[in-house]
């Protein structure tokens, strides 16, 4: 299983707490395996999407855990430092 972190591109106002700039949290294994490390991140269960693929929004701090917790950045994520 791998989990892959990607930049999303959405308005300030469409999601809060989900600003332009933030990711989502998706996996290339299965669903209960993306459940169990968005739950070790402290990712919440609303943040969860099932469509277009399952994924998770992710804020920034948790986005920083995922990359941490060895999620893989995709799609031009980079690592943030502290």
């Not at 469409?14 to 949290?25: D, E, K, T, V, Y």
């Not at 990712?43 to 099932?50: N, P, T, V």
């Not at 701090?61 to 941490?68: F, N």
Request: aromatic share 8%; net charge positive; glycine share 8%.
């Amino acid at each position: 299983m791998t989990l892959f972190v990607t930049e999303l591109a959405v308005e300030r106002s469409a999601f809060p707490p989900f600003h332009a700039g933030q990711a989502s949290l998706t996996t290339d294994g299965t669903l209960t395996e993306l459940h169990l490390f968005a739950s070790r991140i402290g990712a919440l269960s609303e943040w969860y999407r099932a469509l277009p693929a399952p994924h998770y929004l992710l804020t920034a701090p948790r986005l920083a855990m995922a990359i941490a917790h060895g999620a893989k950045p995709a799609g031009g994520v980079k690592p943030r430092s502290r």
